[in-house]
C-alpha cells in the first residue's frame, strides 16, 4: 500500500512502515501519509523486497517484534545492503515489549529514535522528522552497524 503525502514540504519523502498489526499500520498509514509518501508492509519479508526494489526510502519506521523477518532482520539487512555506501536508513522502532536489551541491540544497529506503543501520532511524527533532520541521522556509519549486527548474529 502507497499513501500520497499532501501538503508538507516532506511530501516526497518515503517513509517505509513495517507493523504487521493490520488496524495499527492503517491508522499509522492514514496520519503519516497526511505529511510524506508512505509504503506501508505487513511483513517483514514485504518489507525487505520494497528495501531490494526502492532506493528512495528516507527512513524506516518497523514494529521490533513480527513472526518471521522481524524489525532487527530489516535493519540488519539494511546496515548490510544500503545503498549508501556513507551511512544507513535512519529507523524509528516501534515496540510493545522493548527491553533495555532490545534497545541496547537496536541502538547498536543504528536506531536512534524509540516510540513505545500505544502510539502517540504526534510524537511518531516528531522521531521521523528527527531522522530527516539531524546530522546524527544523516552521518551513521555503516562500518560500525554491520559490525554490531555481525556480533549479534554470532
Known amino acids: 500500500m502507497i499513501g ?7 511530501s516526497d519523502t518515503q517513509i517505509l512502515l513495517v507493523e504487521d498489526d493490520r488496524p495499527t499500520l ?9 505529511f510524506y509518501t508512505i509504503l506501508a508492509c505487513t511483513s517483514g519479508d514485504r ?7 526502492n532506493r528512495y526510502i528516507s527512513v524506516i519506521v518497523t514494529d521490533l517484534r513480527m513472526p518471521g523477518v522481524n524489525g532487527y532482520d ?9 545503498w549508501r555506501p ?11 515489549h522493548g ?7 537496536a541502538r547498536s544497529l543504528g536506531v536512534t529514535q524509540f516510540q ?6 504526534r510524537q511518531l511524527r516528531d522521531a521521523i522528522e528527527a531522522c530527516l533532520g539531524s546530522p546524527e541521522a544523516r552521518s ?4 560500525d552497524i554491520v559490525r554490531a549486527a555481525e556480533e549479534w548474529n554470532s
Open 4 to 10: 500520497r503525502g499532501r501538503g508538507s514540504r516532506h
Open 26 to 34: 492503517e491508522i499509522l498509514s492514514l496520519y503519516l501519509e497526511r
Open 47 to 53: 518489507a525487505l523486497e520494497a528495501l531490494r526494489s
Open 74 to 82: 530489516i535493519l540488519r539487512w539494511t546496515a548490510e545492503n544500503a
Open 86 to 96: 556513507d551511512r544507513t536508513i535512519p529507523a524509528v522502532v516501534l515496540t510493545g
Open 99 to 105: 527491553t533495555p536489551e532490545d534497545e541496547h541491540r
Open 116 to 121: 513505545r506503543k500505544p502510539i502517540d501520532l
Open 140 to 143: 551513521l556509519g555503516r562500518t
